[in-house]
T-cell receptor, first 112, second 111 residues
């Protein structure tokens, strides 16, 4: 099993550009989530999904969209990138909301 | 909103020493997870705790779910250089469908 995979590993955007961060898991997990990690602030939840077709907002959802059309994939879309979205983004998955979450390797995003 | 206070924020220790860190909250949690993150990597699960009072070990690591359900502790015995990294706690409350993460304890081991 590859576990949780994320692409790209690094990305540089200009303010106002849009892009999609990809996340996939091959463990047949129902629950998937996106976090952002900023220095000194730990991991903050952006959006999560309890199953295909179901998504909800986390702590910091503004400026981000998600969809979950399949169990395996959970892409995160930045609609109009802003410098405040410069961060490291992690995707995670688990069997259920309460179960142990497994993290991907992260995407390092810089918005100029 | 719910918050987790993790302490200490950082610590330098000598190789071979034991390490203790903790997470506290004003809220009650049903599950505690402890993760370690190496530079440039995603967090890796160390220990999961599901019951108040539970004590669980993973090699040199031992974690406890506080009996008040508002705190958790992680101990590392006989630290080695590869223990360097950031340790995160995460707490889950039933019905919320999400984990809250602490801000991390940065551990540096002096050989």
């Amino acid at each position: 099993n590859a576990g949780v995979t994320q692409t790209p590993k690094f990305q540089v955007l200009k303010t106002g550009q849009s892009m999609t961060l990809q996340c996939a898991q091959d463990m047949n997990h129902e629950y998937m989530s996106w976090y952002r990690q900023d220095p000194g602030m730990g991991l903050r939840l952006i959006h999560y999904s309890v199953g295909a077709g179901i998504t909800d907002q986390g702590e910091v959802p503004n400026g981000y969209n998600v969809s979950r059309s399949t169990t395996e994939d959970f892409p995160l879309r930045l609609l109009s990138a802003a410098p405040s979205q410069t961060s490291v983004y992690f995707c995670a998955s688990s069997r259920g909301a309460r179960n142990e979450q497994f993290f991907g390797p992260g995407t390092r995003l810089t918005v100029l | 909103g719910q918050q987790l206070n993790q302490s200490p924020q950082s610590m330098f220790i000598q190789e071979g020493e034991d390490v203790s860190m903790n997470c506290t909250s004003s809220s009650i949690f049903n599950t505690w997870l402890w993760y370690k993150q190496d530079p440039g990597e995603g967090p890796v699960l160390l220990i999961a705790l599901y019951k108040a009072g539970e004590l669980t070990s993973n090699g040199r690591l031992t974690a406890q779910f506080g009996i008040t359900r508002k705190d958790s502790f992680l101990n590392i015995s006989a630290s080695i250089p590869s223990d360097v990294g950031i340790y995160f706690c995460a707490g889950f409350t039933s019905g919320t469908y999400k984990y809250i993460f602490g801000t991390g304890t940065r551990l540096k081991v002096l050989a």
